[in-house]
Nanobody, 125 residues
Framework: QVQLVESGGGLVQVGGSLRLSCAAS????????MAWFRQAPGKNREFVTG????????WYVDSVKGRFTISRDNVKPTVYLQINSLKPVDTAVYYC??????????????????WGRGTQVTVSS
């Protein structure tokens, strides 16, 4: 059984940075394709970024390109999300998600059977 646990959220001022972590456990967890989603207050959960199981491919939504960086350490195994130049619109609960299969950008929540409980990021202006 795969388990995902996020950490690293918090309260940050505009322009600040955070690094979120998602620790994966379970059989073959290092072989999961991983993604980060976020859900802002009153909005649907949305795809933010993804990384293939080999770490050779990454994908980002346009609104975070240049500010967010996803990476992974398959030894631990842990996925990271470095967030720079934070904006108030980045305020959300950030969720880590994982799926098996071929590498590729999949933005649909339904494609991911494994989810963490989320970590809150709040950006104050």
């Amino acid at each position: 059984q795969v388990q995902l646990v996020e950490s690293g959220g918090g309260l940050v001022q505009v322009g600040g940075s955070l690094r979120l972590s998602c620790a994966a456990s379970g059989d073959n967890a290092s072989r999961l394709n991983m993604a980060w989603f976020r859900q802002a207050p009153g909005k649907n959960r949305e795809f933010v970024t993804g990384i293939g199981r080999s770490a050779g491919s990454t994908w980002y939504v346009d609104s975070v390109k240049g500010r967010f960086t996803i990476s992974r350490d398959n030894v631990k195994p842990t996925v990271y999300l470095q967030i720079n130049s934070l904006k108030p619109v980045d305020t959300a609960v950030y969720y880590c998600a994982g799926r098996w299969g071929l590498e590729g950008q999949l933005a649909s929540m339904g494609a991911y059977p494994y989810w963490g409980r989320g970590t809150q990021v709040t950006v104050s202006s």
